[in-house]
């Protein structure tokens, strides 16, 4: 029997985060409800959503990335049933023990039935990263690929670039455990951006394209995304993917002398759904692997200071699981 209320995690207004007793949503004919089992924390967008962003007015249930159980449809929900686990990209409201998700706006997929709980939520995160290549293949005189930032997506993207059949797969990261784990995953070579000095990247083999998967730049003098474009080869595509929340700095001058391109992830969501499929075998047979993402689980009640510690320590986890039950 779904209860009338439960508990979330709500964002009152940035940068105040409390655990509440609301109302579960009434779903409409288009929605599922579907009873959360699993949750994690996005490294790259819940920080700013956090302390306050523009597309996220508050109050708000916090949270996007979820895995669960449906328990109630409505009649125009078409496509999944009663009982099914399923993840989906994108929808907020996932820090809670129910959530309203609406099938036909978001990317929905049954959880393959080898992923155990606690790698089901992270699927969210893989979708989401993937989409930075899934209209980038690699084809004739594009087969090396640079990954500036190697957190969770970047971790996941250099698996997903390997299973595209890139043959070069560089990654660059200020952490050495992310490097250390991308190495396991995948990646050919990889650098720690603060070692390179002054924008001399003549050592780094020249990359047909390049994705910032990054968030703030921490580095002093030249931006790290200046350094990054050095590194592509002329005429080479660079794929704006991560969410700086202070922007992004570059030198047009770099970008335009070496006449490289830019372009963002895919978001149009039949697209999402058809290449996501594709995505989901990839899990499915162990080509993306998951488990190596996830370094801490924590009872959804002491949420609030893994989180605490995500933005504070951003170096010492990747995934941060979430549990309701089991």
Not at 138 to 160: D, F, M, N, W
Not at 175 to 201: C, H, M, W
Not at 315 to 326: P, T
């Amino acid at each position: 029997m779904i209860p009338s209320t439960m508990k979330a995690w709500v964002l009152e207004s940035p940068g105040e985060l409390q655990l509440k007793e609301v109302e579960v949503p009434k779903i409409r004919e288009d929605q599922v409800l579907i009873e959360i089992d699993r949750a994690c924390i996005c490294n790259g967008s819940d920080p700013g959503i956090f302390r306050g962003h523009e597309a996220y007015p508050t109050p708000l249930i916090f949270g996007h990335e979820a895995s669960g159980r449906i328990v109630k449809k409505g009649n125009r929900a078409e496509g999944f049933e009663l009982g099914q686990r399923v993840c989906w990209w994108f929808e907020a409201g996932a820090f809670a023990q129910y959530q309203a998700v609406t099938p036909g706006n978001v990317a929905m997929f049954q959880v393959p039935a080898n992923l155990t709980f606690d790698e089901a939520p992270v699927m969210e995160l893989v979708l989401a990263a993937c989409r930075a290549l899934m209209e980038v293949p690699p084809e004739r005189g594009r087969r090396t690929i640079s990954i500036c930032g190697l957190g969770p997506s970047g971790l996941v993207l250099v698996q997903y670039a390997r299973a595209l059949g890139y043959e070069h797969i560089i990654g660059w990261d200020l952490y050495e455990t992310r490097r250390k784990l991308a190495f396991s995953l995948g990646a050919n070579a990889v650098y720690d951006p603060a070692r390179i000095a002054g924008g001399q990247v003549h050592d780094i083999p020249e990359s047909d394209v390049g994705v910032l998967m990054f968030g703030n730049d921490y580095l002093p003098g030249e931006p790290t995304v200046t350094a990054f474009m050095r590194s592509i080869r002329i005429g080479g595509l660079v794929v704006s993917y991560g969410h700086p929340e202070r922007g992004c700095r570059f030198s047009p001058y770099v970008f335009q002398a070496r006449n490289l391109w830019m372009r963002g992830p895919v978001n149009d969501m039949d697209v999402i759904r058809r290449r996501g499929e594709e995505v989901i075998g990839m899990v499915t047979d162990g080509r993306i692997r998951i488990e190596p993402l996830i370094t801490n689980r924590v009872d959804f009640e002491d949420f609030l200071p893994a989180f605490e510690n995500v933005l504070e320590h951003p170096e010492e986890q990747i995934k941060v699981i979430l549990k309701w039950r089991d």
